[in-house]
C-alpha cells in the first residue's frame, strides 16, 4: 500500500467515514499484491457504498472535518440558495435516517436573537405533519454554523420535472396541483402562509407520485429578518420570493398577505405546468415586476387547446391580480380540480418516475 493510500484511509477512519471493520476489509484487500494509488482507494469506497465522491474529495482536500454538521453526516451537495447550501445527510446516532441540511449563508446569522426567534418559529413548522409537507426535524447551531434539518424526499421537483419532459399532460398537472391544494389547505389550517409557492418548491416523490410542498420553514424569513438585507431572488423590506409566481401584493406590502397569495403562487405553478414556462416572463426582475402588475399572461387555452376550458377559467381565477376575486381557501381548488380529474382515469404514479 502506498504512503498518501495509508495516509488517505487513516484520515477517513479517524474522522469517523471509515470504521475500523471497513478499514481491515480495505486492508486485507490492499494486501493481495496490490500497491493501490487514492484512485483505487476510493473506487473501492465507492464500489462498496462505503464513501460518496463529494465526500472523498472533502477528506483529499483536508475539509474531512465539515463534513459534519452536529449529529449529522454530509452525504453529497444537493443545491445552492439564497438561504444557504442545501445537503443530503444521515444521521450519526438513533436511526440514522437520511434527512435534508441546509447550512444558512453567515449573513443571515449575525444577531443572536434574530436567530433564536428563528429556531422559535422552527419549533412552530416542526410540529407541522400532513403527507403533502416535506416534515421538518430540527433546527440548531454548531458554533456559528446555523442550520434546519429536513424530511428527505427521494424525488424531483416540478421545476425539474418540465424542464425535462415539457409540458405536462392536463390530468398529470391539475392531480400535482390538487395534492398541493390539499397541502395549503393544512398549512391555512395551522394559521400560517408559505409565501414562496413555485415549481422547485414542490417535490415529487419517488415511486408514490404524491406532492410534497418544501420550504414552509423558510418563509418566515420575512418576519424573522425584517428589514434585512439579502440576497434571494429579490428582497425589499419583508418581500422574499421568486417573481414569476408572486402575486403582484407581494411587491408591495406583505405585512397584508394572506392565503390567497399562495393560491395566486399555485394558479401560476398550474399555468407552468401546462405552458412549459412561467405565466410572466422577463430579462430580470423589474421586467416580471412590470409583467405581474400591468399585463396579462398569455392566453392558456391558446397554448394548450387540448385542456378542458374551466381549468382555463380557473387558472385565471387563481391569478386574478384583485384578492377577492381569487377562491378563498385552498379547498376550494381541490374540490375543483378532483370533480374534473374523476371524468379521466387515474394518474398512474410509477410512470416516469425518477431513477437516482
Known amino acids: 500500500m502506498s504512503v498518501a493510500s495509508a495516509k488517505t484511509l487513516y484520515e477517513l477512519t479517524r474522522c469517523g467515514l471509515l470504521t475500523h471493520e471497513q478499514l481491515a476489509t480495505l486492508i486485507r484487500t490492499c494486501y493481495w499484491g496490490q ?10 469506497l465507492r464500489s462498496r457504498g462505503w464513501m460518496t465522491g463529494y465526500q472523498f474529495e472533502k477528506v483529499m482536500h483536508g475539509h474531512a472535518d465539515g463534513l459534519r454538521v452536529g449529529r449529522y453526516l454530509i452525504i453529497e451537495k444537493l443545491g445552492e440558495g439564497g438561504f444557504g447550501k442545501v445537503y443530503r445527510a444521515r444521521e450519526t446516532d438513533g436511526m440514522q435516517r437520511e434527512v435534508t441540511l441546509k447550512l444558512m449563508r453567515k449573513e443571515l446569522t449575525q444577531d443572536p436573537q434574530v436567530m433564536q426567534r428563528f429556531l422559535r418559529e422552527m419549533m412552530v413548522v416542526g410540529r407541522l405533519n400532513h403527507r403533502h409537507l416535506v416534515s421538518g426535524l430540527d433546527a440548531s447551531h454548531q458554533g456559528k454554523l446555523w442550520y434546519l434539518v429536513l424530511e428527505y424526499v427521494r424525488g424531483i421537483d416540478l421545476k425539474h420535472l418540465v424542464a425535462r419532459r415539457g409540458p405536462l399532460p392536463w390530468p398529470e398537472a391539475c392531480e400535482y396541483a390538487r395534492q398541493a391544494a390539499d397541502g395549503l389547505q393544512y398549512i391555512l389550517q395551522s394559521g400560517l402562509i408559505h409565501r414562496d409557492i413555485k415549481p422547485a418548491n414542490l417535490l415529487r416523490e419517488d415511486p408514490t407520485g404524491t406532492i410534497k410542498i418544501l420550504d414552509l420553514g423558510l418563509a418566515k424569513l420575512e418576519e424573522v429578518f425584517s428589514g434585512r438585507k439579502t440576497d434571494a431572488n ?27 397569495a399562495d393560491l395566486y403562487s399555485l394558479g401560476c405553478v398550474l399555468y407552468f405546468l401546462l405552458a412549459g414556462h412561467p405565466p410572466f416572463q422577463g430579462n430580470n426582475a423589474v421586467e416580471v415586476l412590470q409583467g405581474v402588475l400591468e399585463e396579462t399572461p398569455p392566453d392558456l387555452m391558446h397554448l394548450r387547446p387540448d385542456i378542458p376550458p374551466q381549468i382555463g377559467t380557473l387558472v385565471n381565477r387563481m391569478m386574478s391580480r384583485r384578492q377577492t376575486d381569487r377562491p378563498t381557501e385552498p379547498i376550494e381548488v381541490s374540490r375543483f380540480l378532483k370533480s374534473i380529474l374523476s371524468t379521466v382515469p387515474p394518474l398512474d404514479p410509477s410512470s416516469d418516475m425518477v431513477q437516482l
Not at 500497491?35 to 473501492?44: D, G, I, R, S
Not at 417573481?243 to 390567497?260: K, V
Open 35 to 44: 500497491f493501490p494509488t487514492t484512485a483505487f482507494v476510493q473506487e473501492m
Open 234 to 260: 429579490i428582497t425589499t423590506g419583508l418581500m422574499i420570493g421568486t417573481p414569476e409566481f408572486m402575486a403582484p401584493e407581494q411587491f408591495e406590502d406583505a405585512h397584508t398577505l394572506d392565503i390567497r
